[in-house]
């Protein structure tokens, strides 16, 4: 596997980026240096189209079970390379080396599911309202898909889009995030490039967002966007795919909430709200943003929870016993470190934490956080946690719903049923009982509501987002048109 990451990867081939400028990759706990490369730039976008155009048409007639192979390869070369690509993972996005390694885990197991798609391209025939008329319907890849990978969980989420893509027949070109260029984007092509994926099929260019960004939606070839990332930008794309009548693919940000009921096992609760606020540093769409606890249970949590959240070790990603390592940039620090303040001076008790060095900032706990404050009321992706009481569950749900967000969810009761009926109140696309909200399952529906995505990815629902259907009809006897040319 080629781990030299200086050039772009279009139409089979590593070539220096065309556009004017730079890019650098830095390690966001080190500030180390890790590759620098020309950037990409709108021709590079065009020939990466055109290429994956024309590749396309023969890999859409190719057999499934070379289809299969080839993602069945990749999953060989990615397990002999796991040491390499987890480091990747680590030294680029700030990972620890707990959520490096369940990272690299998840993409094999989203490309095993995928490995099964193309025995799964099933059409139909139904019956005809017309006499002698069969009915047929075809499932076809749709051509080309553009993929915008995210930073936060490059590998995971870049490859939930290019090995379903792959499989269904179609090819892609990949614009990964500006921080992770490589595990968002450039691995990959190095992973399928050994797998022995035909050229053109998988196109790479790393290049920034204000240059290239609009041009990879608004490319004529491309019939799906496939975008991961904030609720803004995944607006925008969506308003530029639809004025080509484009499909688009997004799942966006979220404002997850985490409901404590009265009768809710604290234990349990405790231990789960630490994975679900703390893992990789909060830095993941569906981070609990809110911890909703019910009032008459609400000291003792908020003192368990934060004796717990003291004992995290923060710092060095690459220690092993790290739980938190640093945010992906200085620009995140900031912005938490303002909404913290502005929470604190309305009324928030600082409980845990609260300082920065560099770009780690210490697992934070704030109580007697209010649903409009700064902390709850916008997207923290941080480690901080910022927990709210409730007396009754219809509070709890007009404060669950309050924001235009709709990720995912968590509601810890001992009471099963009790807890499942006030899941199916919180208007979400994922939800789960005595749970966190960060799960994602290979062969289940993945998406949001409202401001948090269109569509679904994994499993059947992504088969489908990636495909379209054909109506063809087979006329088996002559169709009697005699009603129509009586008065002839």
Known sequence: MNIDFSKQFINGEWVKGSSSKTMQNFNPYSGEELVTFTAGSKEDIDEAYQAAARAQL??????PQKKRAVLEKAIIVMEENKETIINWIINESGSTFKKASSEFGNALNIIREAAT????MDG???PSQTPGKENRVYRNPL????????WNFPFHLTIRSIAPALATGNAVVVKPATDTPVTGGLIFASIFEAAGLPKGLLNVVAGRGSEIGDAVVTHPVPRLISFTGSTEVGQHIGELAGRELKKAALELGGN????????ADIEQAVQSALFGKFYHQGQICMSINRLFVHEKIYDEFAKRY???VEKLVYGNPQEKTTHVGPLINEDQVKRLLKDLEDSIAQGATLAVGGKADGNVLQPTVLTHVTNDMPIAANEIFGPVAALIPFRNEDE???????????????VHSTNIEAATQLAHRIHTGMIHVNDQPVNDEPHMPFGGEKHSGLGRFNGDWVLEEFTTVKWLSVQHTPRDYSGFLENK
């Open 124 to 126: 139909k025939i139904s």
């Open 396 to 410: 709890v749900v007009e404060m669950a719903n309050h924001y235009p967000y709709g990720l995912s969810g968590a």
């Open 143 to 150: 051509g080309v898909i553009g993929i915008i990978s995210p």
């Open 117 to 120: 798609f193309p025995y799964r």
């Open 58 to 63: 023969e890999w859409q007639k190719e057999l």
């Open 256 to 263: 997850n909430v985490f409901i404590a009921r009265e009768d």
């Open 306 to 308: 934060s004796e717990e």
